[in-house]
Every structure is written in structure tokens, then in C-alpha cells.
């Protein structure tokens, strides 16, 4: 499992469109060398299962003649990986080298010759020089998502030495080089045979790629890959689409990816980049949903606040309001009435947002009752962390401008109504939007796969995500 998470990685197919990413993934040589170290144990675990099956023979053997001989019951005993190696072949993928691994085994041996003369007992098999390579191929199913298979397979075993135990030594002896070389061929045989098995073994867990990603009720994010993985002779380089959409309703937004590109980093197994078109699409897709809105009542101000949200407090600076209304408590809404633009800049993320404020009287019987409409234009400024396998993040306010758009109570001066808004701003709507923001979206992930010694850098147009990787078994 461990080997065909990590190898899942490198192993997705390209897609139909070539576009821009907005997500790019890396995998260096660190990266590597991690699948590389978790490979060998789950191959060699893969060995140790090596069912080898009762074969017999017969040989002339002077000065007796014709001895036939069978093997059964044979065990592997002892399997030793000491040398492998994952290498990346640019242009077509993974290759995978095993060399000098040791295999030992015992079993049963039986014997009959001149007729009527029968021998047995038990045998020691010591296999050496075991050399397995293979190329690791990839193709799409009809899911989309990767199968991977082996291709020109090669095993070699340079020595196999047997130690029979019991029966007549001087018979066995004479006739023991012919059944070493017949073990070292049924041995090259099952080598191959087996790695495909383990190669195989591989998707059911490409599978668990989270091609399409559910982030809450109003969204998804797709992962798919948009242009083949560029293999270099350092890293595997993948371009994931990274685009968000309403659930159920893949609208493309009104602006395309930009390209980018990844710096050269080597201190982490993994580096993900992500755009600034899919933090845009993300907005795009909220504020197509709806989901840019919120109501403000009384009862969400703190109890502490000198203002509150009824025609009194309001009347202080707009007179015609506790004239007209008198003893009402209000509602605010707060809406988008654009896709809020969002920049990234070294160090900096920045949210420039164009909302509109309705403000209602409150009637007795519940009706709502608009008193004006303000222009809200804002900006904020995102700090970005990962949390778990998710990218999560929170938003504090910089400034905001404020111009009247429709007024139902009269002339009045907006410039007012500045610190009233402000607050509101500030201990309702960004405390509600940051809870949402905690919750994250999902990055791309395989498996039970752990990020750790995470690091996040805001570079120009995209974030840069370093990391090293665990996967569970």
C-alpha cells in the first residue's frame, strides 16, 4: 500500500483539454527516495508470500542411471532486499531496480532409482544475486483515474545452492547441481509474475484520488490532470486543473488560469502550487451560489456595544429614521453584488470585495420595511494555513469606503454611518466568514496520506505549499 500511494503520484493520466493549471504538484528526488524506502518493504513482504509448487524430474546420474527426484512443501524461510533503486525515465515513467537480494527457502525431497530404491528428506535452498527490473506504465480507466501496470520485466538469479539434509549424501551430491539449476529457473519465473501482481495491487488505491472533491453544500473542487506529468531526470512535475464549481454544475468562470511557475526547491519530498485562479473560481463560485450574503440582527452585536441596530441608535445620525419608525429594531443585509477579486502578492494575499448594505426597519407584524441602501467597497488582507489536508485561512479588514446608493429616508450623510458599519464589519461579518474559512477546501490527496514539516509561501500569483509526506497502512 505504502508503494502504490506514493507511486500514484506520478502514475495520472493526461487529460483531454491542455490548458493552464491552476495546481501544480512536484515530486523530487527526497520525494523519491521515501517511496523507494517504503516500496521495498511492501514488495518484500510481497516475497516472503512466493508460492513455489512441487515439481519433479528425472536425471541420468552415473554410474546408477535414471534418478527421479520431486521437491514439495516448499517455504520461503528469509527474503533480504539490500540493494533498489527508483529511477524516473524522462518521457516514459517509473523504473524499478532490484539488485543482489537474497532469498532463502526449505522444503521436501524424495528420490527413487534403480526401481526399486527409495530416499528422502528435507533441503536448504539459498537463492543469491536476485536482479528485478521493470518499468512501472500508466493508462486512464473508464473513470478517468490512473491504472498502472509493469512493462519489459527482467529477473536474473545469478546463484542458487542447495543443502540437502538426510537420505544417502553421496546419491544427492551427484545429482544436486542439475536440481539447483531446475529451483533458479521455477525462481526467475515467479519474479516477474509477482511484481505485476504487487504493481497491481496499486489501484484500488488510485481510486481513492480525489479526482472531484466536495468542499461544503455550495462547492466542489476538480482535480483532474490537464496535460501529462513532465518526468525530468529530478522530480515528477503534475498539472491538476484546481478549479472550484457549484456542486452538480460545472460553470466555467469569466477568467482562465495564467501560468506559473514552481522555483526550484529540493528540501521537501512534495511542493504543491496553487493559483490565484483557483482561490478566484472559489469566489466566483460563492458569490454565483448566493452563498456572499448574510443577514445582521441585534442579537448578533455583542451585549456590550453602545450601538445597536434599531431606529434609535440610527435616528442619532439619520433624525428622519426615529421620526418616521419609532421604537424599531433593524436588519441589515449584507451581500456581494460582484465576484470579490482576490491577489496574491509576496507576502500578501489581498480580497477586494463590492458588497451592497440594505438596511430595514423592522414592522410589528415582522414586515421588513427598506430605510437605504449603501455602497460598500472593502478590502481585507488573508494569512493561508494548512490544516490537516485542507488549506484554511482568515481575514482581517483594512479599509472600507462607503457611498449611499438609494435612500428611502431622505438626504443624509453617509461619512455618518462610517464607524457604525466598521464595527459591524468587524465583530460580525468577519468573525462569520473567518469560522467558514477555518473549515478549509481540500487539497489534492491519495490514500491515507499525511502532510508534515509543512511550510506555506505566498509568492506572486500563486502560494507555494513545501511538505513531506507520511502514508498509513
Excluded at 309 to 320: A, D, E, H, K, S
Excluded at 321 to 335: D, H, Q, S
Excluded at 340 to 367: C, D, H, L, M
Amino acid at each position: 500500500m505504502f508503494f502504490s500511494c506514493w507511486l500514484a503520484l506520478g502514475a495520472l493520466i493526461p487529460a483531454t483539454l491542455s490548458i493552464n493549471p491552476g495546481v501544480k504538484i512536484e515530486l523530487t528526488r527526497k520525494g523519491l527516495e521515501y517511496g523507494r524506502q517504503l516500496g521495498m518493504v511492501s514488495i518484500q513482504r510481497k516475497l516472503k508470500t512466493i508460492k513455489i509448487p512441487d515439481f519433479s524430474g528425472s536425471q541420468s546420474v552415473a554410474p546408477i542411471g535414471k534418478v527421479q527426484y520431486s521437491l514439495s512443501n516448499m517455504q520461503i524461510d528469509n527474503v533480504q532486499l539490500p540493494q533498489s533503486a527508483l529511477d524516473l525515465v524522462p518521457g516514459s515513467g517509473v523504473r524499478l531496480s532490484i539488485s543482489n537480494a537474497f532469498i532463502s527457502l526449505h522444503g521436501n525431497w524424495r528420490v527413487k532409482y534403480l526401481k526399486i530404491i527409495k530416499d528422502s528428506g528435507t533441503f536448504d535452498l539459498k537463492v543469491s544475486g536476485l536482479s528485478i527490473t521493470t518499468t512501472i506504465a500508466t493508462k486512464t480507466d473508464e473513470t478517468g483515474r490512473p491504472v498502472v501496470s509493469t512493462v519489459n520485466c527482467s529477473a536474473t538469479v545469478n546463484s542458487a545452492t542447495i543443502k540437502f539434509h538426510h537420505g544417502a549424501s553421496w546419491l544427492y551430491n551427484l545429482f544436486k547441481k542439475f536440481v539447483s539449476k531446475a529451483l533458479r529457473q521455477a525462481m526467475e519465473k515467479k519474479m516477474c509474475p509477482l511484481v505485476a501482481n504487487a504493481v497491481n495491487d496499486m489501484n484500488p488505491y488510485l481510486k481513492t484520488l480525489n479526482v472531484v472533491a466536495k468542499v461544503d453544500q455550495y462547492a466542489e473542487i476538480e482535480y483532474s490532470m490537464v496535460s501529462s506529468p513532465t518526468i525530468a531526470n529530478s522530480s515528477v512535475d503534475l498539472s491538476l486543473k484546481g478549479e472550484f464549481y457549484n456542486i452538480g454544475k460545472h460553470q466555467e468562470p469569466p477568467f482562465s488560469p495564467t501560468a506559473f511557475s514552481m522555483p526550484p526547491e529540493v528540501n521537501n519530498m512534495l511542493y504543491i502550487g496553487l493559483s490565484a485562479f483557483t482561490t478566484n473560481s472559489a469566489a466566483f463560485v460563492y458569490n454565483k451560489a448566493g452563498a456572499l450574503s448574510l443577514y445582521i440582527t441585534d442579537d448578533m452585536l455583542p451585549k456590550s456595544s453602545p450601538i445597536r441596530l434599531n431606529t434609535r441608535t440610527f435616528g442619532v445620525v439619520i433624525p428622519q429614521i426615529a421620526k418616521l419608525f419609532p421604537g424599531l429594531m433593524m436588519k441589515l443585509l449584507v451581500k456581494t453584488v460582484k465576484t470579490p477579486v482576490i491577489t496574491f502578492e509576496p507576502s500578501n494575499v489581498t480580497v477586494q470585495a463590492t458588497a451592497s448594505v440594505t438596511a430595514y426597519a423592522i414592522q410589528s407584524n415582522g414586515t421588513l420595511t427598506p430605510l437605504f441602501v449603501l455602497n460598500l467597497d472593502a478590502s481585507v488582507s488573508a494569512q493561508v494555513f494548512v490544516s490537516g489536508m485542507r488549506l484554511a485561512g482568515a481575514v482581517t479588514l483594512n479599509n472600507m469606503e462607503l457611498t449611499l446608493g438609494t435612500s428611502y429616508v431622505g438626504e443624509f450623510q453617509v461619512k455618518a454611518l462610517h464607524s457604525i458599519f466598521q464595527m459591524v464589519l468587524k465583530v460580525v461579518v468577519i468573525p462569520k466568514l473567518n469560522a467558514q474559512l477555518a473549515k478549509g477546501y481540500p487539497l489534492p490527496t491519495l490514500g491515507k496520506m499525511k502532510l508534515v514539516n509543512t511550510q506555506l509561501q505566498v509568492l506572486k500569483d500563486y502560494m507555494l505549499i513545501g511538505t513531506d509526506v507520511q502514508f498509513k497502512d
